[in-house]
């Protein structure tokens, strides 16, 4: 097997250049950029209707829940990814996927037709009573986004393990472009609700789903071996379940950071604030979300090259981050772009300042993550994440005690340092693996 995986290795390396390394990420990262866009289309839809707020609170609700149940499965991208070798594993994987594809089915239909999903509305979600009916038509819609997200996941592995990421931008491109004529059909015929949000996802998802399984299987036909490897299915637990719960801690933390930052002075400022600075944060960093996959796909075949083309991409949101922070463009950006008001535009931007170090740190973050990943090491990745959770926890609450006054920028500094510190942790585990394994990462193969 090491012989055929080393074959492999060499056929894919040729001549591996900056040009072909740019080739396989960029599409990724225009791929994660441009799929932001979806919740633009969907939310400038709702905004139009004859009772826009009602409306919109509806559907966030819904999909609030939906981003948290949706992680389980949502990972199978990056376990396809680093796990399929060929059409066996492929199958095996799929296989395996069905367990947690149904356990997650039978609790969102009991979240949709229950008077547990009611409780969970207005408890948790702090929605009204006169919208939990609402919300629960729009979730029952959005159920059937996670089987097709899963799916989507699934193939989209493949195409990436075989290097074809320039589908990943054509796919979305092509679902933006037909959830854009399916909104202006819904704004001409006078159909708003937050059902509309709910279906606008839906056909948006099924588009990217049908074309990652018509590209993927094609590719699993035609270029991946039939039987290779043994995958076993304990294997893909140990990998697939410290992964799930890495991105569920990465998905509470933000939301813990605003329960703290409602004990600043000025709660509103604080929160809007940092909402602000870090959806702009994570704008510039959606770039770089498929950091990983470089390492996964393209680490073994030549090391230096990989390291040095990660050192100039992380440069690239710090760049930009600091341009929105200290020059002219950063106030015009936020008045004309994101519509705030001079006050909270100069506290965002003031917020925005301490977010510097996020942008620094989280390319290597994901990057150091991705070689975890070849080594099949996610339970490592699920301890750093542990540690920044604790971290954050640690130091926002410190902040909001001793400084209530810095309002937003306690949320920022301490969500930057929480991710600092899982670079500590995530590199001093990346350097002991590779002493031991005699394979330092400044080796070139």
Not at 17 to 23: A, F, I, N, R, V
Request: proline share 2%; hydrophobic share 55%.
């Amino acid at each position: 097997m090491k012989k055929k995986e080393g074959m492999r290795l060499n056929a894919r390396k040729g001549q591996l250049t900056y040009k072909k390394l740019s080739g396989f990420f960029i599409p990724l990262g225009f791929s994660a950029s441009l799929t932001s866009i979806t919740h633009v289309i969907i939310n400038g839809t709702l905004s139009r209707g004859e009772n826009a707020a009602f409306i919109i609170a509806c559907y966030a609700v819904a999909f609030a829940l939906f981003g948290i149940i949706e992680r389980p499965i949502i990972v199978f991208r990056q376990t396809c990814s680093a796990l399929v070798k060929d059409v066996r594993s492929f199958k095996v994987l799929s296989l395996f996927m069905v367990v947690p594809m149904v356990i997650i089915i039978v609790f969102s239909l009991i979240m949709a037709f229950s008077s547990l999903g009611d409780w969970v509305y207005m408890n948790l979600f702090n929605a009204d009573a006169n919208m939990v009916d609402t919300i629960s038509d729009t979730f029952a819609i959005i159920l059937f986004v996670i089987i097709f997200s899963g799916i989507r996941g699934l193939y989209q592995g493949v195409i990436i393990n075989n290097l074809e990421t320039k589908w990943l931008t054509i796919m979305v491109v092509i679902r933006l472009i037909i959830m854009f004529l399916v909104a202006y059909l819904f704004v001409y015929f006078d159909y708003i609700t937050s059902l509309s949000g709910a279906i606008l996802f839906l056909v948006g998802m099924f588009i990217e789903c049908a074309i990652s399984v018509w590209k993927g299987h094609g590719i699993l036909k035609f270029s991946f071996p039939e039987k290779e490897t043994n995958l076993k299915k304990g294997e893909i637990a140990k990998f697939y379940l410290p992964l799930v719960f890495y991105f569920v801690i990465q998905t509470i933390l933000v939301p813990i950071i605003y329960v703290f930052l409602a004990k600043t002075h000025n709660i509103e400022m604080g929160i809007a604030s940092f909402a602000l600075a870090f959806s702009i944060t994570q704008m510039l960093l959606s770039f770089f979300m498929y950091t990983h996959q470089l390492v996964l796909q393209m680490y073994e075949v030549n090391k230096q090259k990989v390291i040095r083309f990660i050192i100039f991409l992380s440069l690239l949101p710090t760049l930009a981050l600091v341009i929105l922070c200290y020059t002219p463009v950063g106030m015009w950006f936020m008045g004309e772009v994101m519509g705030a008001d001079e006050e909270l535009a100069m506290t965002t931007i003031v917020v925005m300042k301490f977010f510097i170090i996020k942008t620094l740190v989280f390319p290597w973050v994901d990057f150091l993550n991705g070689y975890l990943m070849l080594h099949r090491k996610t339970k490592r990745m699920a301890v750093a994440q542990i540690v920044n959770l604790v971290t954050v926890i640690v130091t926002v609450s410190m902040l909001v005690t001793f400084f209530p006054s810095w309002n937003g920028v306690n949320g920022s500094i301490a969500a930057s340092l929480g991710e600092l510190v899982a670079l500590v942790i995530v590199l001093s585990i990346v350097m002991r693996m590779s002493a031991r394994n005699k394979s330092p990462l400044r080796e070139t193969s």
